[in-house]
């Protein structure tokens, strides 16, 4: 493969934005790769930026997740209290509370799942 820009030199390095064979002269040193000289090197340095931001964001997503199901479990001992006290009527409380215990189970799972991801 020639460099894109120089065709008669042959390539050392592909540009991690444009997907393009650069020689010595044409290539710029990035974080994680390479990139076209005062072409690309904004977009390479972009990229990686966005990259490292959406490592934080799934650690953040999972922190959502976990104080979500402790709100959940909090609202279902709350339903399912009043649903005992007020028995035999507060049935609909109970089955509310179950509910929202389920619904923490899941966010918890979710929660995991999300810290293995980063």
């Given amino acids: 493969m020639n460099c894109y820009y120089h065709s008669e030199r042959p390539a050392v390095a592909?540009?991690?934005n444009c997907n393009r064979g650069v020689c010595p002269v044409?290539?710029?040193?990035?974080?994680n790769g390479t990139a076209c000289v005062n072409r690309c090197e904004a977009e390479a340095?972009?990229?990686k930026e966005a990259i490292e931001r959406s490592k934080t964001g799934y650690q953040k997503a999972a922190g959502?997740?976990?104080r979500n199901a402790v709100l959940y479990l909090l609202?279902?001992?709350?339903?399912?209290?009043?649903?005992?006290?007020t028995l035999p009527g507060g049935?609909?409380?109970v089955?509310?509370?179950v509910v929202l215990v389920?619904?923490?189970a899941f966010s918890y799972s979710s929660s995991r799942k999300l810290l293995k991801v980063s």
């Fill in 91 to 93: 049935w609909v409380m």
């Fill in 14 to 16: 592909i540009c991690t």
């Fill in 102 to 104: 389920i619904g923490a």
């Fill in 95 to 97: 089955g509310l509370g």
């Fill in 64 to 66: 959502i997740h976990s």
């Fill in 45 to 47: 340095q972009a990229i």
């Fill in 75 to 85: 609202m279902a001992v709350i339903m399912g209290m009043i649903g005992l006290l």
């Fill in 26 to 31: 044409c290539a710029a040193d990035v974080p």
